[in-house]
């Protein structure tokens, strides 16, 4: 049974940081994409963060510069790492992995999700 658990949220002050960890089980990843999403209070869930399995990432126009995907294929985990952080980076963080290797955006094109973890930035 695949599971991926996310930890490392929490409260932080404006410009603080975080670093989200995503710890998949059950199965290997290291040839699959895994992304990052967000999800606000009354907003739908959008794209964070992408990255496949050679090391190649994208990341949405709002974090880039202060977010950073990355993974340890030994560990068959993926971070992100969070700087600069906003009152509007508030949300619901979940991780996904991909059946595909290929970077991904969309909601739809992620097969496992894991439960998500609050991040907090009080202003």
């Known amino acids: 049974q695949v599971q991926l658990l996310e930890s490392g949220g929490g409260l932080v002050q404006a410009g603080g940081s975080l670093r989200l960890s995503c710890a998949a089980s059950?199965?290997?990843?290291?040839?699959?994409?895994m992304g990052w999403f967000r999800q606000a209070p009354g907003k739908e869930r959008e794209f964070v963060a992408s990255?496949?399995?050679?090391?190649?990432?994208i990341h949405v126009d709002s974090v880039k510069g202060r977010f950073t995907i990355s993974r340890d294929n030994a560990k068959n985990t993926v971070y992100l790492q969070m700087n600069s952080l906003k009152p509007e980076d508030t949300a619901v963080y979940y991780c996904?992995?991909?059946?595909?290797?290929?970077?991904?955006?969309?909601?739809?094109?992620?097969?496992?999700w894991g439960q998500g973890t609050q991040v907090t930035v009080s202003s």
């Open positions: 990255i496949n399995w050679s090391g190649s990432r």
């Open positions: 996904a992995a991909r059946r595909s290797s290929s970077l991904g955006s969309r909601i739809n094109e992620y097969d496992y």
């Open positions: 059950g199965r290997t990843f290291s040839n699959n994409a």
